[in-house]
Every structure is written in structure tokens, then in C-alpha cells.
């Protein structure tokens, strides 16, 4: 079972993770915002595509699912730490850092 402590540990070993409050909740970033901790440490919000959402919410509906709007459907999901292993924690944020680590395309 994770806890809100594994995740802002696993967040902040990724090289060049910066953590600073946004709006009710906690976030970490590199370029930009990758990951965000709830207020109460029981969820946090990953932006991952919508084909890693689509699976993840598939193989584990009781760990993760889409957040219900506009958001969501770009791939931004919520994840409920106490339903993740470390590992497979590590392995959410490590994927949602990556894309955080990209350029975003030129308009």
C-alpha cells in the first residue's frame, strides 16, 4: 500500500522534480506540472495519454480511473494510493514525469 510519503519521495528522486503548492493540492513538476498530491494524501492526479489512462484504468479500475473532466479526457488520471504498491507508484510517476521531461510540440 502506498502512502502520500512514497509518493512525494518516489516524485522527488526524479531528477529535476520540483514540488510548490497549486490551488488545494501539491505539485511536481519538470518543465511542467507531471503530478499532483491531494490535500488529504489518499489520491493524486497523474497526467498520463489517453492510451496509458484507457489501460491502467482497465488492468487496475480499483487503483485508477479518469478525472471527470475536460482533463480527463485528455489522459489526466486519478490514482488511489492506497490501493498501488510502490513499485507500481514508481512506475505511474516515472511515465507521467517523461512526458513532463518532452517539449511540447510548436503550435
Not at 493540492?25 to 507531471?34: E, L, N, Q
Not at 489520491?43 to 475536460?70: G, H, W, Y
Request: glycine share 4%; hydrophobic share 45%; proline share 4%.
Amino acid at each position: 500500500m502506498a502512502t502520500a510519503k512514497d509518493f512525494r519521495r518516489i516524485a522527488l528522486s526524479l531528477d529535476g522534480t520540483t514540488e510548490a503548492p497549486h490551488f488545494d493540492r501539491t505539485a511536481f513538476r519538470v518543465r511542467r506540472i507531471y503530478a499532483t498530491l491531494a490535500a488529504d494524501g489518499k489520491s493524486a492526479n497523474l497526467m498520463l495519454t489517453r492510451d496509458e489512462q484507457a489501460l491502467k484504468c482497465e488492468v487496475a479500475a480499483d487503483a485508477f480511473s479518469p478525472i471527470p473532466n475536460a482533463w480527463g479526457a485528455r489522459g489526466a488520471t486519478t490514482a488511489k494510493l492506497s490501493v498501488l504498491s510502490a513499485a507500481e507508484l514508481r512506475d505511474a510517476l516515472t511515465t507521467a514525469w517523461r512526458h513532463a521531461l518532452a517539449k511540447k510540440p510548436s503550435r
